[in-house]
């Protein structure tokens, strides 16, 4: 009976400590040869699909040899090769798209790195975005963004978007987590910019509701671009994942942050040990 309670909490410990089940994740480090952007590229995991893009995204989006890196709060993903996603155009929006293998529901996680070499870069993560002919040349109405060195975010209408968190710095990886809350109803997305502690991110950065995203998360996309002809690399893209922890919201933080979130996952370990520890004691008796 000792033995099979001690195999019980270390099953239960284990559970805790790696998340769960297995993360439903997607995952893209724009890992691809230094060139223009194509329809080719299908690496990354998780997806259903390339990368869509138009003649003229793949004219203006590029991959560059290199990657963004960063190392606050306890962030710990590792990017799988080099490369990242910037762009050369600088007049409108520019994106490309793809679908999710497995569309994800309920609480989901996502993560990206994201810099800006000028003030008036864009660069961003969307959501949704519909499938159009020019899908790759529209803005999503959800999507989150650096612009510049301020956090752009619009919910529900991408004309007209929210700015908070104006300090961030050029020519810095900032690193955005976001918990998207997907239901019946409209949906609540809240974000954390650089946290200095991922295992307790507090207060989030910015928090928004009253907008639809759907009944659930089917497309994922990135943008970048500029407005000004002074700078020729407009924005940069990097690591992005998104995770619902296939119905485990722990799970899907690790996935996305590669840290596990505390104090939860402590109380729920000690909690359950204790329930496993009354029951051995009524059987006991």
């Not at 529900?156 to 809350?181: F, K, M, Q, Y």
């Not at 002074?230 to 924005?235: A, I, K, P, R, T």
Request: aromatic share 10%; with cysteine; proline share 3%.
């Amino acid at each position: 009976m000792i033995m099979r309670f001690s195999w019980l909490l270390t099953a239960a410990l284990f559970w805790f400590q790696t998340g769960g089940l297995f993360s439903a994740t997607v995952i893209e480090d724009f890992n691809y040869p230094a060139a223009t952007f194509g329809t080719i590229h299908n690496g990354g995991s998780g997806w259903n699909g390339a990368w869509g893009a138009g003649s003229g995204v793949t004219s203006t989006l590029r991959v560059r040899a290199e990657n963004l890196s960063y190392t606050g709060g306890g962030y710990s993903i590792s990017q799988t090769g080099t490369g990242l996603i910037s762009s050369v155009y600088d007049q409108a929006f520019r994106g490309i798209n793809r679908d999710i293998a497995t569309p994800m529901s309920g609480t989901v996680y996502f993560s990206v790195l994201l810099s800006s070499t000028g003030a008036m870069d864009r660069s961003g993560i969307q959501f949704n975005n519909p499938r159009t002919a020019a899908l790759d040349y529209n803005s999503s109405s959800f999507y989150v963004a650096l612009n510049g060195s301020s956090l752009e975010v619009a919910w529900g209408n991408a004309s007209l978007p929210t700015t908070a968190a104006n300090s961030l710095a050029l020519n810095s990886a900032h690193l955005i987590v976001g918990r998207i809350d997907i239901g019946a109803g409209n949906d609540a997305l809240q974000l954390w910019v650089d946290s200095t502690n991922l295992a307790d991110p507090g207060t989030p950065t910015y928090t928004v509701t009253g907008a639809d995203l759907g009944a659930d998360l089917f497309r994922a996309g990135v943008f970048a671009y500029g407005t000004s002809v002074s700078d020729l690399d407009y924005g940069r893209v990097d690591a992005l994942r998104i995770s619902d922890g296939n119905g485990d919201s722990s799970a899907a933080y690790l996935a996305v942050t590669g840290v596990n979130l505390v104090p939860e996952p402590q109380r729920a370990v000690l909690s359950l040990a204790a329930l496993c520890m009354a029951c051995f004691r009524r059987r006991r008796r």
